[in-house]
Structures are given as C-alpha cells and as structure tokens.
C-alpha cells in the first residue's frame, strides 16, 4: 500500500462515519436514538415555529376587523360557519354563550357575565394547550440527551478498557481511537441536546406572548359584552315598569 492510499485509510477511520461503523453495538444504538431524537425535536421546531407564525397573522387580522367597528352579530355569523381558532375561537364561544341566553328570551340572563367567563377561560386553556402541545418533547429531549450520550460514551470506554487489558498495550495509539469512539457518542448528545433547549426557551415564550394576548382580548371583549348585560337588564327593568 502506497503512502497516500494508507493515509486515505487512517482517514476514512478517523471519520465521524468511521468512528461510528466501529464503535460498540451498544453506542451505535444511543447514537441512533440521539439522532433519531434530534430529527424528531427539529420537526417539532419547524411545525411549532409555522403554527406560532400563523397564530400571530390570525391574531392580526381578527383585532383589525373586530376593532373595525363591524357589527358583532355579523362577524359571529361569518366565523360560526367554520373552524376557528386564537382569538376567533374565543369571540365565537363568547357569543355563543351570549345568543343561547337571549334564544331564550333573556330568562338565563342572572349569572351571564359568569358563565362568559368560565367559557373564556376554557377556550382560551384549550388554546393554550394546543400551541403549547409537543413542546415538552423538546424539554425532555433537552434535559436527558446529554445524559444519553454519557452513557454511550462511559460504556464505550469501559469496552476500550476492556479491549486494552487484552491487547496489553496502553500506547495513545491503542487508547485514542476507543475514547474518540466513546466520546463521539456525547458529541451527538450534545448536537440534539442544545438546539432542542434553545428552542423550547423561544417557543414557550411565543407560546406566552400568544397565550396573554388571548386573554388580554377576553378581558375587553368580557367588558364589552358585561356593560351590553347591564345595559340589557336597563331595558328590561325600564319595560316591566312601564307595563
């Protein structure tokens, strides 16, 4: 073998591919799993990160035509006919709540104001949830790949421990591919580990900043809908007086 094809060689088994193709079956299967993990949380990146962006789009718009001075049974009429969500969601479970109450001929209208707001905060929870799903996945991902990478490095080198007490050499050339192998299993640790952290701290807070705006829009839109009850019960009272 010439100089160069031996030095190819050396080369090719130094590589990250060569590392792995050698290391013990054992790392090869932590290795797979950090790297089967690390497509699964950047998955979860890039769907959250459309979702998050769309969210705020939806959000936009819905304050720029409900703010518009449109009427509030017209805009309930057009979003009740389809699925909605963010701030949609909660507009039309407020007004649902409302019409059921004056279907009825206002009889339910003591406690209104307190049913509105139980059904504000259980679709602005279930909102909540939704932006916020899979985002545990990241953190679990975050925390414990290093740790899984530990392990594969720690068991990779008890077998190059192993593997030097029978060959009965401790030259670095002997040790060295061994502990690259081992350690090369914390590197991939490390590479699903620190963009999976990264991304949770940046999607929980979007998922936040979403989550307070939903509520910031319940507490007007509840004022809006309390001062047209006051109001409502006015003319109530004002009619049974009169008659």
Known sequence: MNPADAASAVSSEHSLWGLFWQAHIVVKFVMLG????????????????????????EMNKFEDVFWSGQSLDDLYKTLSQGPTSG???????????????????????????????????VTIQREAERLESKLLVL???????????????????????QSI???????LAVVAPGIAEALFATAVGLFAAIPAVIAYNKLQAEATKATSRLE??????????????????SQHASDRAAA
């Not at 290093?146 to 068991?155: N, R």
Request: charged share 20%.
């Open 139 to 161: 953190a679990t991902i975050g925390a414990s790949a290093p740790f899984i990478g530990l392990f594969g490095t720690v068991w990779g080198i008890m077998n190059s421990f």
């Open 165 to 171: 007490a029978a060959s009965k050499n401790t030259s």
């Open 87 to 121: 701030m949609a969601a909660v507009f039309v479970a407020a007004m649902r709540e409302w019409k059921r109450t004056f279907e009825n001929g206002g009889r339910a209208m003591h406690g209104l104001t307190t049913r509105i707001d139980k059904v504000l905060d």
């Open 216 to 233: 910031g829009f319940a507490d007007e839109f509840s004022a809006i809908l309390s001062r047209q009850i006051d109001e409502a019960r």
């Open 34 to 57: 950090l790297i089967a993990a690390s497509v699964w949380c950047w998955g979860i990146i890039i769907d959250k990160s459309i979702l998050y962006a769309r969210a705020r789009r």
